[in-house]
């Protein structure tokens, strides 16, 4: 299939979205504005169902294998320790207790900063649309078929936070091409909240629990955010059931990140991709959210694999040429925006049919980093990628070491991945490299290697005074209020009771009028439905309009 008979249009990729949605409500969604139709189309709340967990554990049968320590002596007692007689003390030469509870003592690496709460599982990408016009990446030849392990997530509550708790869910996919890894890092929402890293580390502080109290608070996260009005996008998707999906086989994936993608003769255009779940988009309400328990992601994904019920996906692709970025009303490189005027087109499908066989090896010591790519995908300028292309790789050596590669969950699948170390990095913790070459540098004429030039990275001119400030067309509200009014009233009704329980916690006045002003400016319902939620006079929700116009007036009017 080409890339242009593999193009869809709005209506049938907004069918594809629902998936199983009825034929009245895809005509509703018909319509809608072409943009309005594309978001429409997430939102289905569905019944909450028991989760079938996977099979209980089979006792193994035949001879009992033998009880080792970590060097390979087998160990006489498992159960007591060595001790001076019945009343005296445990002994130091008690080599086996020493190590046991050494070993137990560094059995966590430290939690990721976000992300931590996650499940995983294996599965295989098989590409379906010829896009060698587009990119060299070799993953996407048809028919080619890539192992890949993919992580879900959520991403602001702990590792051992419950599953039912409203976030962002995280949508990572490992492609283990036979060119390296590619990591496709992303969420299951659209956009984000912020569009430069110079704000993560404290976008990610504001949500994480207060440092004196322990506890997280809507008062500091909406204090931060009232300074951020490009979040109001984000947060308008977040509030309304998306944030408490009903499974994460019903859920979709989105890069969020645009991408650059070069082409075998060094052309370039550039790139979003998103996942489209062929179960269908499914969310909870909060309350069927808490009811389904705990665990109720991680059991339904496992549960069905188990079961055979192997969820399925279609990768989807947005192409922009370099030609057009000058054309549009706002920044095609803003992640708090969506390409709500370009086509998707479908390029691969990707099944998940394997349950890790262990949870840690796997699932915990994943590390996805925006950076690992492979020739043909490379960044755009979009200022939040840039940031992550360091901070993620850099907070994976640190959680698990320099020697993450060394791990199955982790190292590349490429041809000479069996002949030792594929470059000169070397040493560190847990080193297992298997170097024997004399040879640890380049170049050189007695261990020789090569750099292909289709691996070079591309080359493009910049024209540009260096400086420190903001992009120029930020219509921060215009997306948010599209997206407001492809909701049905149900999906409103969810949206404002979600978005005023938090909200409305809020002590300060201030913040809670000028979050209110946000929404008002996306959706004059939107802002006064909220307003009435959360207590606040619409005359000081229009003084701040005023005030926030007058000091930052938007590039293109909100309705």
């Known amino acids: 299939m080409s890339a242009k008979t593999a193009t869809i249009t709005f209506a049938r990729c907004t069918a594809l979205l629902v998936g199983i949605s009825s034929l009245a409500t895809a005509a509703a969604a018909q319509q809608l504005a072409p ?58 030469e008690d ?23 996650g499940t995983g599982a294996k599965g295989m990408f098989r590409a379906t649309a010829d896009i060698s016009d587009y990119s060299m990446a070799s993953l996407f030849q048809p028919s080619k078929e890539t ?101 994460y086989r019903e859920m979709d994936g989105n890069g969020v990140h645009a991408f650059r993608l070069v082409n075998d003769e060094g052309e370039q255009v550039f790139a979003k991709f998103r996942w489209i779940s062929d179960q269908g988009v499914k969310n909870y309400t909060a309350a069927q959210a808490k009811e389904a328990g705990f665990n109720y992601l991680t059991d339904d994904l496992y549960g069905a694999i188990s079961r055979g019920d192997h969820p399925s996906w279609n990768l989807m692709m947005q192409v922009l040429p370099v030609a057009e970025i000058g054309s549009l009303d706002y920044n095609p490189f803003d992640d708090t925006k969506e390409w709500l005027d370009r086509p998707w087109m479908k390029i691969g499908e990707m099944t998940l049919d394997e349950v890790p066989e262990n949870f840690f090896e796997w699932t915990e010591q994943s590390a996805f980093a925006p950076s690992n790519m492979v020739p043909g995908i490379e960044p755009s300028p979009d200022r939040m990628l840039q940031g992550r292309l360091f901070s993620y ?46 040879v640890n540098y380049f170049p050189s004429a007695m261990a020789p290697k090569q750099t292909p ?25 215009e997306q948010p209020g599209i997206f407001w009014r492809s909701l049905s009233e149900a999906d409103k009704a969810q949206l404002i009771a979600n978005l005023s329980g938090d909200l409305g916690q809020v002590v300060s006045d201030r913040t809670r009028t000028i979050m209110v002003s ?42």
């Open 453 to 477: 030039a289709r691996a070079r990275y591309s080359n493009y001119e910049i024209m540009a005074m260096v400086d420190q400030k903001q992009i120029e067309k930020t219509p921060d509200f």
């Open 95 to 117: 080599a086996h207790l020493i190590e046991k509870l050494a070993r137990f003592d560094r059995e966590r690496v430290p939690e990721r900063v976000v992300h931590a709460r």
């Open 35 to 92: 943009q309005e139709a594309q978001v429409a189309s997430r939102m289905q709340t569905a019944e909450r169902v028991e989760v079938v967990p996977m099979s209980v554990i089979e006792t193994p049968t035949g001879a009992a294998p033998i009880y080792r320590r970590d060097n390979g002596a087998p160990v006489g007692d498992n159960r007591n320790s060595k001790t001076a007689g019945d009343m005296g003390p445990v002994l130091l």
């Open 393 to 438: 790789a850099d907070t994976q050596r640190y959680r698990v070491g320099a020697n993450l590669f060394d791990l199955e969950v982790n190292a590349p699948r490429v041809a000479e991945a069996g002949d030792g170390p594929l470059n000169n990095n070397q040493n560190g913790q847990l080193n297992r490299s298997g170097r024997e070459s004399h």
């Open 147 to 247: 192992p890949v392990f993919v992580r879900f997530s959520s991403v602001i509550h702990g590792h051992l936070s419950p599953e039912y708790l409203r976030d962002p869910h995280g949508f990572a996919t490992k492609f283990y091409t036979d060119e390296g890894n590619w990591d496709l890092v992303g969420n299951n929402l659209p956009v984000f909240f912020i569009r430069d890293a110079m704000q993560f580390p404290d976008m990610v502080h504001s949500l994480k629990p207060d440092p004196v109290t322990n506890r997280q608070d809507p008062n500091r996260f909406f204090d931060f955010f009232s300074h951020v009005p490009e979040a109001t996008n984000m947060l308008t998707h977040l509030y309304t059931n998306l944030g408490t999906p009903a499974s």
């Open 518 to 559: 946000y929404f008002y400016q996306a959706d004059p319902e939107y802002g006064t439905r909220l307003a009435g939620a959360v207590d606040v006079a619409m005359p000081d929700v229009m003084q701040a309009v005023a005030e926030f116009n007058a000091a930052a007036p938007q590039t293109f009017p909100s309705p």
